[in-house]
Each structure stands twice: as structure tokens, then as C-alpha cells.
């Protein structure tokens, strides 16, 4: 559309760490009230910037208009990142929903998040009043497990008494160092809220590669339970699992999003009519 536009967006924080976004417009000379829009991150460093994976390819090509940015402390948004400051992550969605809401008047509508991102979306979208008109969620590669990750990281503290984590992020070397405290709040953050917390309304994809080594597939299959359960709206919840993909989607980024914008088409149709496990292809099915 030749009207698209992308515009870098600082959005303004109480913690002085203006957070770093890039909002997409399908349509720049309308009026941006009562539009619909996305938000679209993630929250840990290696999979953090908001062009990292599927983020900007899936942004570019929704039918709405979209914002994806850096939490605090990742890439172009400033600020201190703590491995246990899912918080904190909570906080920031709160911030940049109130801002979108506020300055331009837009609907939110659809969140997108992959890995952290998608646990910190689910906590957002249970407990945020700028949350209540959102109507769909995607959750790629989300862990339920939290214990699962933090044996190596155990082993680390028991040496030197803490854990430096060396990953990559925009194409640079980036050290966290990881202490037992930073580790037991990530360990202790509660996902079971979505059993019986998670808005009953919202439609969920879970997409997940069946050879991801950093969140075992098995989680999947434990949000497809929760939130396709009986006491909620039948079609709420999909389940997709890619095979050979890992926990990033490697080579497989525009498949996925494929997928996904499947998926929401099928969900604005309202052809989405029973919960379950879905495979690309297959839509009289469903």
C-alpha cells in the first residue's frame, strides 16, 4: 500500500527510559482514533529488538496498523533489564498501551509476543484495564514450565556466585550478568493465572516449533489445555506446532508468519468455531 508508513515512536516513561517503537500505518492521511492496532515485542535480550525474528516481517504485513518495541533495558530503549523484571515488562505494555490509547486514540485490538514476551502479554492482558478491548493474542514459543530453563544457570552461582549470560542482540555481543535473586524471581513468576484468570473472551494461537531446545514443546500442549478448556468460548484457542522449528523460528520466519496471518483472518471472519490443534490448510475444519 503506498500509503504504509513507518515512524520510530518514543513513548514516554516514569522510570526516565523512554521506550523505543516503531509504529506502522497502513493509512497516514486518516485520523488514527477508533483504529485498531497491534502491539507487537518481546523481552529478552537475544530475542529482544523489535526487528529481531518474525516481529517486523509479521508487522509489515498485518492488515492494521501496529507498534513494536524495545522493553527497558533491550536495544534502543534505555533503562536497567533484570532476568527476574517480568514486571517491569508489565509496566512498560502499560505504558505504551495508555500512550497509543491516549495520544493517537487507537483500539488496541491484537498482542503479539514470543518467548518472554508472550508470558509477560498473558500477565498484561489478565490484570491491565488498557487491556479489556484487546481480541486476540498470539503466544510463540511461550514457557509455562519456569523452573525448566535454570539448571546450567544453578551451576554458574554455585561457582562464582553468579551468571554471566553473553548473547547477541541487533548483531552485537551483549553480557548480562544473572544473580540467584534475579533467578528465583524468574523461576517464581506465576503462569497458572491462566487457567481460570486469562480473559475469557480473547482469542489465543499458540504457535510453537517441535525442535525448540529453550522451551520444551510440552508447554505448548499445557496452554492448549488451559485455555481451550470447556469454560470458555469454543475457538478461543489454537494450537499450531512447526515442525523441525526451534525456539527462534530459524528459517522459518515467513512461514510463521503465514501462519499467524491465517490465523487472524480466520479469527475477523469469525470462522474460528471450535478449539483445538490446527494445521496451515485446513480451514473448512475448523
Given at each position: 500500500?503506498?500509503?504504509r508508513s ?5 513513548v ?5 527510559c523512554?521506550?523505543?517503537g516503531?509504529?506502522e500505518q497502513?493509512?497516514?492521511r486518516?485520523?488514527?482514533h477508533?483504529?485498531?492496532i497491534?502491539l ?5 535480550p ?5 526487528d529481531y525474528?518474525?516481529?517486523r ?11 513494536r518495541f524495545?522493553?527497558?533495558g533491550?536495544h534502543e530503549?534505555?533503562?536497567t533489564w533484570c532476568h527476574g523484571?517480568?514486571?517491569?515488562d508489565v509496566e ?9 490509547q491516549s495520544v493517537y486514540?487507537?483500539v488496541?485490538d491484537l498482542v503479539v509476543g ?8 498473558m500477565r ?8 479489556r478491548?484487546?481480541s486476540a493474542?498470539i ?8 523452573s525448566?530453563a535454570?539448571q546450567?544457570?544453578?551451576e554458574?552461582?554455585?561457582a ?5 549470560w553473553?548473547t547477541?542482540?541487533?548483531r552485537k555481543?551483549?553480557t548480562?550478568r544473572?544473580h540467584?535473586v534475579?533467578?528465583?524471581l524468574?523461576?517464581?513468576w506465576d503462569?497458572?493465572?491462566v ?7 480473547v482469542?489465543?494461537?499458540t504457535?510453537?516449533?517441535l ?7 510440552y508447554?505448548a ?5 488451559a485455555?481451550?478448556?470447556p469454560s ?12 523441525d522449528?526451534?525456539h527462534n523460528?530459524t ?14 483472518d480466520?479469527?475477523?471472519?469469525g470462522?474460528l468455531?471450535?478449539s483445538?490443534l490446527?494445521m496451515?490448510?485446513?480451514?473448512g475444519?475448523l
Amino acid at each position: 500500500m503506498a500509503d504504509r508508513s513507518s515512524t520510530k515512536v518514543l513513548v514516554p516513561h516514569p522510570a526516565n527510559c523512554s521506550i523505543t517503537g516503531i509504529l506502522e500505518q497502513l493509512e497516514t492521511r486518516k485520523p488514527t482514533h477508533g483504529r485498531r492496532i497491534a502491539l507487537v515485542r518481546n523481552a529478552f535480550p537475544g530475542d529482544a529488538h523489535k526487528d529481531y525474528l518474525f516481529q517486523r516481517r509479521l508487522a509489515q504485513r498485518l492488515p492494521q496498523d501496529s507498534f513494536r518495541f524495545d522493553f527497558r533495558g533491550n536495544h534502543e530503549t534505555p533503562g536497567t533489564w533484570c532476568h527476574g523484571g517480568m514486571q517491569d515488562d508489565v509496566e512498560d505494555l502499560s505504558v505504551v498501551a495508555r500512550y497509543m490509547q491516549s495520544v493517537y486514540g487507537y483500539v488496541i485490538d491484537l498482542v503479539v509476543g514470543h518467548s518472554r514476551g508472550s508470558i509477560v502479554g498473558m500477565r498484561w492482558l489478565a490484570t491491565a484495564p488498557e487491556a479489556r478491548s484487546v481480541s486476540a493474542f498470539i503466544n510463540a514459543s511461550g514457557r509455562y514450565r519456569m523452573s525448566a530453563a535454570v539448571q546450567a544457570w544453578r551451576e554458574g552461582f554455585a561457582a562464582d556466585g553468579y551468571y554471566d549470560w553473553t548473547t547477541s542482540v541487533a548483531r552485537k555481543l551483549v553480557t548480562v550478568r544473572v544473580h540467584p535473586v534475579d533467578l528465583e524471581l524468574f523461576v517464581n513468576w506465576d503462569t497458572s493465572f491462566v487457567w481460570d484468570q486469562f480473559p475469557a473472551a480473547v482469542h489465543v494461537l499458540t504457535i510453537h516449533g517441535l525442535a525448540d531446545k529453550t522451551v520444551p514443546p510440552y508447554d505448548a500442549t499445557i496452554y492448549a489445555r488451559a485455555l481451550g478448556a470447556p469454560s470458555r468460548a469454543p475457538g478461543t484457542h489454537i494450537l499450531h506446532m512447526v515442525e523441525d522449528a526451534d525456539h527462534n523460528f530459524t528459517g522459518r520466519q515467513d512461514q510463521v508468519v503465514d501462519y499467524m496471518l491465517e490465523w487472524w483472518d480466520l479469527h475477523e471472519r469469525g470462522e474460528l468455531k471450535s478449539s483445538g490443534l490446527w494445521m496451515t490448510g485446513v480451514r473448512g475444519k475448523l
